[in-house]
């Protein structure tokens, strides 16, 4: 009887040992009224983006089928996270979305508010990644010293497009501390970057370097600074800065540098006007050209000298 037991429990062990592990799938769904459990399919939705991250393959998409209220979540891999109007990540601590991919995954996150409710971190942080693309977003109220709707800490390629970034301290910050040799390619494009502290922050240290444009976007209304460039110790920065409005705000454009660090911006078509403090404020050895299509209207001074920048 002992040994018909034993190869009972073996035979068992054996089966259970060929069962196939539970597939991923490449769309997964979120619903305000799903269950985390499951497949988490459209029929039968999970009701957090990480349950269905953990049910979705590498370069799969998550789905929100309605405008709920979901949870923070952290995306470590290749993914689509897409959401209808009004579906919104509230904040209660922490970062509310964390991307944190391989240096070659591809990130897109689409459609989703994301919304201050007692947190000091920031809206949407981006520490790693191959290429995120942040599109038809909104980052609302991370107003906490030196936190952004969106920040950028680490290196690789950040696509934002028809965005917004309110009430926050910075809309956008892209600073990479210590890293060292850290390279950010950065494109923004029909962009609200408006009624923050500081609209748009890039800064760099040694060995780093952000090439960036914006593009027919706005940072006006801030409190501080529309848009602010920074090099430290060697660290570069260029940005193209092409229809775009910053006024009503204390200094629509700052670039600054020390050192052996360029901050350089190539402005055109652009209105700098009504800012209180300054249009805009160059110092070290910070630049901006200039195309001379500009509007620079209504300013309490400018500081520093606009090169000019002949057309091509």
Do not use: W
Request: charged residues 10%; proline residues 2%; contains cysteine.
């Amino acid at each position: 009887m002992k040994h018909i037991c034993i190869t009972v429990a073996a035979l068992m062990s054996l089966m259970l040992l060929a069962m196939p592990s539970k597939a991923q799938s490449a769309r997964t769904f979120v619903s305000g009224q799903g269950k985390d459990k499951g497949a988490c399919t459209q029929a039968a939705p999970c009701r957090t983006f990480t349950q269905a991250m953990q049910q979705t393959i590498a370069g799969g998409v998550v789905i929100a089928v309605d405008s709920a209220s979901y949870a923070p979540f952290t995306i470590n891999k290749a993914i689509t996270v897409e959401a209808p109007m009004g579906a919104a990540v509230n904040v209660t601590s922490g970062d509310g979305i964390e991307i944190s991919a391989g240096t070659n995954d591809v990130v897109i996150l689409r459609g989703l508010t994301v919304n201050n409710d007692g947190s000091s971190g920031n809206g949407i942080g981006v520490n790693s990644g191959g290429t995120v693309h942040i599109e038809r977003c909104v980052a609302n109220g991370f107003s906490g010293f030196g936190m952004a709707g969106i920040s950028i800490t680490g290196p690789g390629t950040v696509l934002v497009k028809d965005t917004i970034a309110r009430n926050n301290y910075n809309g956008i910050g892209a600073n990479m501390g210590t890293s060292a040799t850290a390279t950010v390619s950065l494109t923004l494009d029909e962009l609200h970057l408006d009624a923050n502290r500081i609209g748009l922050f890039v800064q760099t240290q040694a060995g780093q370097a952000v090439n960036g444009s914006i593009h027919n976007s706005s940072a006006s209304a801030n409190a501080d600074v529309g848009v602010l460039i920074n090099s430290n110790a060697g660290g570069n920065i260029s940005l193209d800065v092409e229809s775009c409005l910053f006024t009503n705000t204390g200094i629509g454009m700052v670039t600054e540098s020390a050192g052996t660090g360029a901050a350089t911006a190539y402005i055109s078509f652009c209105s700098i006007t009504h800012n209180t403090i300054n249009g805009f404020s160059i110092s070290g050895t910070g630049a901006i050209f200039s195309r001379g299509n500009n509007t620079l209207a209504d300013n309490a001074q400018n500081i520093g000298t606009l090169t000019s920048l002949a057309g091509q």
